[in-house]
């Protein structure tokens, strides 16, 4: 096979975010533009020494995937890759899964094609998530080299051969992986507790907007756990995901939010477009995300797999602080990283923690090195199914026993850049120590760096924290997933001990905050009369 070397020019916006190289699909379709990212992130790992010898590449099913795949086989087989698993049927499969044979197979490296929660389609996002050995996403160093290679690249290897014959290479396998991670799953889970939950005539509902998740849900909740067939809402995998923002938060995933809160089922929950992002929704009573993690902690002893106990739990920042109530109570570690999943890499490698979560809809474990929707649910069917007790009484007994944070995440999706960047470069270098706004008075405001625990890299400037005297906690952040414009992220929350309070919504509770927090940025004063796209 004659390897042919490409001229290519460099693109200038090759910079991965929070989770791989995300940009509308449109401009991942010009020419070149593709192989150069891909070709870029092999370089680096070759110049680091790193071996290159088996690669996995998988994918949520969004368009073009399928038809990406020939160019990166021959890619990577023209750099000396020697085995490439492709995984799933038409490169559909969940990240999490994905990341599970990664660590089976004991690959070197992946390419996860997927922009994850964002929509998908000709008129949506695509994305490369960048994983290493250990199946998790590349660290900022890795992620940063390969940036700096995409502004110099001037070549990219391939091969003299059509498409068609590069699917049928010797180097490469095709691997159905819904049978391995279910299988983990079991082996992980009270299986026969959660069995016994359905027939004693509990109901479930799933909803896998479209996307890569239907089919494992299928095999894992139907065909092992005995749930009805039409509990599992949007099986089908779809390229565009049916038109849906396959995001399970209850302003994207309003179908599944909007039964929930009707009453229909006494468990429900949704998975994002790749499937590492979950929701999770009781008989009329929405769980956050932070809560969820809390939730977890303080039962994670009823799940098989941490029957023997917690190393520790591990937070985004963002995230609010209610698994630290639970957790100090347990006499459990608890660290705050920065958001993205890979920053829990290395204190899971280190075995340092063994459960961690986000605010951003998800939650995993030490097994895999990604965040995982379905592991999140089963947790929950298990601890349902153990206790027997249902969504609402389970978060509102840890509210008494500790008090309630009430926690509001919300976002202006796809504002002018320059504007939000503005507000970002003000924020860091503002000082409003001792500043009152209204009735509320600053305490402190501080940038927040972060030193890596175990590699102590640094990784600066992740967010803006301020706290008031009055203990409400506001963290800051640009987001580093949306493709159009910026996305502004806002996170607050404040503690409250009066249980009389513990009923009332966050957005009734938080309502002076959200004035406040538009005061100190600037918001409404800089892009007008404005309302945040999501509110969670
Ligand atoms: C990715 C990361 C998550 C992170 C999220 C934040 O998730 O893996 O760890 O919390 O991005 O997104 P943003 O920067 O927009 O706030 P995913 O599910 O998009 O791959």
Redesign the pocket.
């Given at each position: 096979m004659d390897i042919l070397k490409i001229d290519t020019k460099p693109f200038d916006n090759q910079k991965p975010?929070?989770?791989?190289l995300?940009k509308q699909t449109k401009i991942f379709m010009q020419k070149n533009f593709l192989e150069n990212f891909i070709q870029s992130s092999i370089s680096v790992r070759k110049n680091n020494g790193d071996k290159i010898d088996t690669w996995v590449i998988g994918g949520d099913g969004r368009y073009p995937g399928i038809q990406f795949l020939p160019k990166i086989i021959k890619l990577l087989v023209a750099n000396g890759v020697k085995k490439i698993f492709v995984v799933g049927k038409e490169l559909v499969a969940p990240?999490p899964a994905i990341s599970n044979i990664i660590r089976k197979y004991n690959a070197d490296g992946g390419f996860i094609l997927?922009?994850?929660?964002?929509p998908g389609g000709e008129n949506g996002d695509f994305?490369i998530?960048v994983e290493m050995s250990n199946g998790g996403?590349a660290p900022e160093s890795i992620t940063n080299a390969i940036f700096e290679e995409t502004k110099k690249i001037q070549t990219y290897l391939s091969l003299d051969i059509s498409d068609e014959e590069a699917l049928s290479l010797d180097e490469v396998e095709f691997l159905d992986p819904i049978k391995d991670y279910a299988d983990l799953m079991e082996s992980m889970f009270d299986f026969p507790a959660i069995r016994d939950w359905f027939r004693s005539g509990h109901t479930f509902r799933f909803d896998a907007m479209n996307a890569s998740t239907g089919p494992t849900a299928i095999e894992i909740f139907v065909n092992r756990l005995e749930a009805k067939y039409d509990w599992i809402l949007n099986a089908k995998p779809m390229p565009d995901f049916g038109g849906v923002h396959p995001e399970p938060n209850p302003t994207y995933a309003s179908e599944i939010y909007d039964a929930m809160m009707e009453g229909v089922a006494d468990f429900g929950c949704a998975c994002?477009?790749?499937g590492?992002?979950n929701m999770i929704l009781g008989k009329g009573f929405y769980v956050i995300p932070s809560d969820c993690l809390a939730v977890m902690t303080k039962y994670h002893k009823l799940i098989p797999y941490y029957k023997d106990g917690l190393l520790g739990v591990a937070r985004?920042i963002?995230t609010s602080s209610a698994v630290d109530k639970v957790a100090d109570k347990m006499g459990i570690n608890v660290y705050n990283t920065p958001?993205?999943?890979?920053?829990?890499a290395t204190l899971l490698d280190a075995k340092k923690i063994n459960l961690c979560g986000?605010?951003?809809?998800?939650q995993g474990g030490d097994y895999i090195r990604?965040?995982d929707g379905i592991f999140a649910i089963l947790f929950w069917l298990n601890i349902l199914a153990k206790t027997g007790k249902s969504v609402a009484e389970i978060v509102k007994e840890i509210w008494s026993e500790n008090g309630r944070i009430f926690y509001s995440q919300y976002?202006y999706e796809g504002v002018d850049k320059e504007k939000a960047e503005a507000i970002w470069e003000k924020m860091k270098t503002i000082s409003i120590d001792g500043k009152m706004y209204g009735k509320f008075e600053i305490a402190s405001k501080e940038v927040f760096d972060y030193k890596d625990p175990v590699t102590s890299e640094v990784s600066k400037a992740q967010g803006v924290q301020i706290f008031t005297t009055d203990g409400i906690r506001i963290f800051f952040?640009?987001?580093?997933?949306?493709t159009v414009g910026a996305?502004m992220?806002l996170y607050i929350e404040k503690y409250e001990d009066n249980p009389e309070k513990f009923n009332l919504s966050a957005k009734d509770y938080l309502k002076d905050v959200y004035v406040l927090v538009d005061e100190i940025l600037g918001i409404s004063e800089t892009f007008g009369p404005i309302e945040p796209s999501a509110v969670n």
């Open positions: 975010g929070t989770g791989g995300r990240t997927s922009a994850s929660h964002n994305g998530k996403g994002d477009g790749d590492d992002r985004s963002p958001t993205g999943w890979k920053f829990f986000e605010e951003s809809f998800g990604e965040k976002s952040r640009l987001s580093g997933t949306g996305t992220r």
